[in-house]
């Protein structure tokens, strides 16, 4: 009765990893229970987190082939735009939220367009609105910009206005943090940098008030939720942009934090389930009011 602070399902939005093929399911070895689907295993996938209540899944595309603008990141047949189809047709109740980066479709693994090892900032955006706009025209419910570009939201604002999706909305990762705890997502998405890193284009995890200009920017370009990753290093961040911002917050629990309770767990030093729940409940109590986590299933499962 005098609990302040509880996590529902409701809450909960459980990432997803698309790749080509027909009944594939491959196991991410630097993320235990975590997989790439083909499709039609997305779709099950899919299926199995709306009958367990979880409202939402966020959609992350591995493609058959890479090139130096990633340019099956907006192909209308790509595997991402392909699932998106499936899961409208077979989970109608379920909403779906679609990663729009380059990342994981350029043979460098950054997140734009590259001209002597920098990545070029404007022409990368021009692209990131495509993407959105071919996620849009499959059927997805929200975009999810994570790039880090300057102008990106309103580049996407612009083009899904012009194309007919004025109503479709926009989740920006605002305050994204150039991370040590992306390293099995990475692998995940087969994203590494084959140069350098990202931090001339993700932020410094020094900087908190640059932090809040970036959440402002974004929301002043048209996004309707913004996002603050990853999560626990963060929690401050996530208060703050709560306090000062009247917009959805959500929060990214990110693929190290999940497998770093993982391997403790796994080694016998913590408890899964309670660690689990204690590190759900703090970002919820830092004032999210949505958390992508690959912890979702077994939250709602009761595992």
């Avoid at 994570?146 to 996407?156: F, H, K, L």
């Avoid at 309770?261 to 030093?269: L, N, R, T």
Wanted: hydrophobic share 45%; glycine share 6%; aromatic share 6%.
């Amino acid at each position: 009765m005098v609990r302040e602070t509880a996590v529902s399902v409701d809450d909960l939005v459980l990432p997803l990893f698309v790749c080509p093929g027909t009944g594939v399911e491959n196991p991410v070895a630097s993320m235990p229970g975590v997989f790439q689907h083909s499709v039609d295993r997305v779709t099950t996938a899919a299926a199995a987190a709306h009958d367990l209540g979880i409202p939402a899944v966020l959609l992350f595309g591995i493609p058959e082939h890479k090139d130096p603008t990633g340019t099956e990141a907006w192909d209308e047949d790509g595997v991402v735009q392909r699932a998106v189809r499936s899961i409208k047709e077979n989970v109608p109740g379920l909403l779906v939220i679609t990663d729009v980066c380059l990342c994981e479709y350029t043979d460098h693994g950054h997140c734009g367009v590259i001209r002597d090892e920098a990545v070029l900032n404007d022409p990368t955006c021009e692209l990131l609105a495509r993407e959105a706009v071919s996620h849009a025209r499959a059927g997805a419910d929200i975009v999810a910009p994570s790039d880090m570009m300057d102008g990106r939201v309103a580049a996407i604002r612009d083009a899904l206005d012009d194309n007919g999706f004025a109503d479709l909305a926009i989740l920006s990762y605002a305050a994204k943090f150039c991370s040590a705890f992306y390293g099995p997502f990475r692998d995940a998405a087969e994203s590494t940098p084959q140069f350098g890193d990202r931090s001339t284009y993700q932020m410094d995890p020094a900087n908190a008030d640059e932090a809040i200009r970036e959440v402002a920017l974004d929301i002043e370009e048209g996004a309707d939720m913004v996002m603050v990753k990853p999560a626990l290093p963060y929690l401050d961040l996530i208060r703050r942009v709560k306090d000062e911002f009247s917009c959805p917050v959500a929060a990214y629990q990110v693929s190290g934090e999940y497998s770093m309770i993982k391997a403790a767990a796994a080694s016998g030093w913590l408890d899964e389930r309670r660690t689990m729940l204690e590190t759900l409940t703090s970002i919820k109590r830092a004032g999210a009011d949505i958390i992508i986590t690959y912890y979702a299933l077994d939250f709602a499962s009761g595992v």
